[in-house]
RNA sequence: GCCAACGUGGCUCAGGGGUAGAGCAGCUGAUUCGUAAUCAGCAGGUCGUGGGUUCAAUUCCCACCGUUGGCUCCA
């Protein structure tokens, strides 16, 4: 029998050997690590035995394969761990996921912060014993039986979901059997470095409908150090967290007399949201696009036409009473219907097409108590919202040109390399969040997609991520906690034009119905300021930093030479302060660190005499003296630099 | 909205059934200083809010509000 290795080169083997049979005679070192085995593209686990020439592939925890076998691994090793501590607990899922792994249980109290470290004790105790984890596979009728007999209820609910035909196996562990499709690693002892990180509720199936679980995540490694260096992540990347370093540094609060998701912008950070606005309208303006100014709310009537009274409405601030009051105003959720307005308000040739409207716009959505989070989940928010309105010869141009403009967006700001595309389908099982045509549906995702693929962009793909009324390209973002959110959007509209019956005429005088681009470009304000805080640890870059420059006068002496300076340097259109205190240069030195400032340009009775500035710049520490006016040159080179590309 | 943890001066935190403490920040004064904290003094809290238990509650119990992490939802 012959098994071709990933190298290409073919090894004799016996039938009935073991992947990691096979493994042991490539090295002893490759036997230890082993995780898993991809058989003919098959990832399978090392106990498969081997029948026929095939392609062998011996997976490691390098290996995505091989992290996914261990820690799935692992969700057993917790499962078995809650049932000998817990025997009481009922199962339900315990997958692998990026960074780690869940299991669910239903159990009548939710687990302590004591009760995850004797689970974890209990844990190491299998991950001891070195349990040989089997695979057998049972019938359906007796795969039900089994899970029925152990009042499994969840997994014989999950027997019977199974489509028909499939191979139903279980895996077993010294006294525990799980259901599960593997794979697994040969042994509880493979698991070795394991971490329960937290519990958390979470509903059966994720319908809300349902009963909540308890969820208990955790991780794995092969490697200790790994581990340990994992968690050091985990409190190194928190210290980033915007809701508490922008808090400490003053870009917001929140009072509870306001409310929930409504945060008080600071002056530092309403600078910040002010420079970006700023970039972005002037950017916005040079390609085309106009501006407009409308109302922030509107009666339901509004809605009623755009849909969003039937699909949104409880996400709406509704001011009055359907019931009681003549007329129902509510806060807008979106800007469309609004600008819509606008553009039925005069006739369109299709000479004036593409039309692009923008508005910086300020949002209100009613999130429900337990979602808001610091700046990225919020109950009012500001978006540079556009809606451009195109024949459908114009659209995939159009949306490339989106695409442009969200890129140069992101490499101002530094963040393209951080985020990820995905594309937002409806799903044909949710009739009631979507707009009910399919046809239509059908036709802009396909659409989209060729776009998409033309341009070859990274992407994947979610089904019933779409708005109600269309397909989206959405630019997600992870916050430090591994949380993604949307940061941008691009959403295909074939619906509202016909709801608010738009229009353009064409060359023959034929009414026609345009295409709607709904998108956003430097996302909500908000959002992106917190994204930008957790990105930068506070420091941002030089051009969009609340205080660019600040003078830092060694004695009273120098005062009036910072304060002439501070002038030349506002003059010109950099964010410079004086730190006029009467404090020694450490001190001044150590708060403007804290304070993440770009430049410090200290200022002692030599540089008056000379015409420097001892500079000290972010990141890089003490420059040295500098002749005064050749800095400030280098400093207004280097915002340029950051923005022009 | 659901599951859980938490809520003590502006911030970080200690304490705990007999009405509260520290450091930083603030204020006043002194110090004029060369690259991460000068010294001294002063002031600041009805311990998130409301109920209950108790001779007595900031501490125990309940509700609400808020914060945090998940779930659901979403820009």
Not at 67 to 77: G, N
Not at 113 to 138: F, G, S, W
Not at 342 to 365: D, G, N, Q, V
Request: hydrophobic residues 40%.
């Amino acid at each position: 029998m012959k098994v071709t290795l990933k190298d290409g080169s073919i090894i004799e083997a016996e039938k009935g050997t073991t992947a990691l049979d096979i493994a042991g005679k490539l090295s002893q070192g490759l036997k230890k690590s082993a995780l898993a085995a991809k058989i003919d593209g098959k990832i399978v686990s090392l106990s498969e035995t081997i029948e026929k020439d095939c392609a062998l592939e011996i997976l490691v925890f390098d290996d995505d394969e091989g992290k996914y076998a261990l820690r799935h691994t692992a969700s057993h090793v917790l499962a078995q761990a809650v049932k000998r501590l817990f025997p009481e607990a009922k199962l339900a899922i315990g997958p692998a996921i990026e960074n780690g792994f869940y299991y669910d249980f239903d159990v009548e109290t939710p687990f302590t912060a004591e009760d995850l470290k004797a689970l974890e004790k209990e844990m190491a105790k299998i991950i001891q014993e070195n349990l040989p984890v089997t695979r057998t596979e049972l019938a359906r009728e007796d795969a039900k039986k089994l899970m029925a007999e152990k009042g499994e209820d969840y997994k014989v609910q999950l027997i019977d979901e199974l489509p028909e035909g499939e191979t139903i196996s279980f895996y077993t562990q010294g006294e525990f059997t799980d259901l599960c499709a593997g794979p697994h690693v040969s042994s509880t002892g493979r698991v070795k470095n394991i971490k329960l990180l937290r519990s958390a509720g979470a509903y059966w199936k994720g319908n809300e409908k349902n009963k909540m679980l308890q969820r208990i995540y955790g991780t794995a490694f092969f490697k200790k150090d790994a581990l340990l260096a994992y968690l050091e992540n985990l409190r190194e990347a928190e210290k980033r967290d915007h809701n508490k370093l922008g808090r400490e540094l003053k870009y917001f609060t929140t009072v509870p007399e306001v409310g929930q998701g409504l945060p008080l912008i600071m002056p530092k950070g309403a600078k910040v949201m002010q420079i970006m606005q700023r970039f972005v309208e002037d950017e916005e303006e040079r390609r085309g696009y106009q501006y407009t100014k409308t109302p922030l709310m509107a009666k339901s009537d509004l809605y009623k036409i755009s849909g969003h009274w039937d699909h949104y409405k409880d996400g709406m601030f509704v001011l009055g009473d359907e019931e009681k009051d003549d007329e129902v105003l509510a806060l807008r959720p979106m800007t469309c219907p609004f600008q819509f307005m606008i553009y039925k308000a005069s006739h369109h040739s299709y000479r004036e097409l593409p039309m692009k409207l923008a508005e910086t716009s300020t949002l209100f959505r009613n999130e429900a108590s337990g979602e808001m989070h610091g700046l990225i989940r919020v109950r009012q928010f500001t978006l540079s919202d556009a809606h451009i309105i195109a024949t459908p010869e114009q659209v995939e141009d159009e949306f490339k040109d989106v695409l442009d403009l969200i890129n140069y967006m992101m490499k101002a700001t530094g963040l393209e390399s951080d985020v990820t595309y995905r594309f937002s389908k409806w799903d044909p099982k949710k009739t009631e969040k979507y707009i009910d045509n399919p046809e239509a549906w059908e036709f802009s995702e396909a659409l989209m997609k060729k776009i998409l693929d033309d341009i070859e962009l990274d992407y994947v793909e979610a089904d019933g991520e779409a708005a109600f009324y269309g397909p989206k390209l959405d630019v997600q973002f992870k916050n430090v906690f591994g949380k993604e959110d949307t940061l941008f959007t691009i959403q295909m509209d074939f619906a509202l034009a016909e709801h608010f019956d738009m229009y353009y005429v064409d060359a023959n005088g034929d009414k026609q119905r345009p295409y709607i681009i709904h998108r956003a470009s430097l996302g909500c304000y908000e959002r992106t300021l917190a994204v930008l805080i957790e990105k930068y640890a506070g420091a941002m870059p030089l051009w969009l930093a609340p205080e660019q420059v600040r003078f830092l006068p060694i004695t009273d002496r120098a005062l009036e030479t910072c304060k002439k300076w501070e002038e030349i340097f506002k003059k010109v259109g950099v964010r410079a302060t004086v730190d006029s205190r009467s404090e020694k240069i450490g001190y001044k030195i150590r708060e403007g660190r804290t304070e993440r400032l770009p430049y410090m340009l200290i200022v002692g009775d030599k540089e008056v005499e000379d015409g420097n500035f001892a500079v000290w710049k972010r990141g890089k520490g003490d420059l040295g003296p500098q002749d005064a006016e050749g800095v400030l040159k280098s400093i207004l080179q280097e915002i340029e630099d950051l923005v022009i590309f």
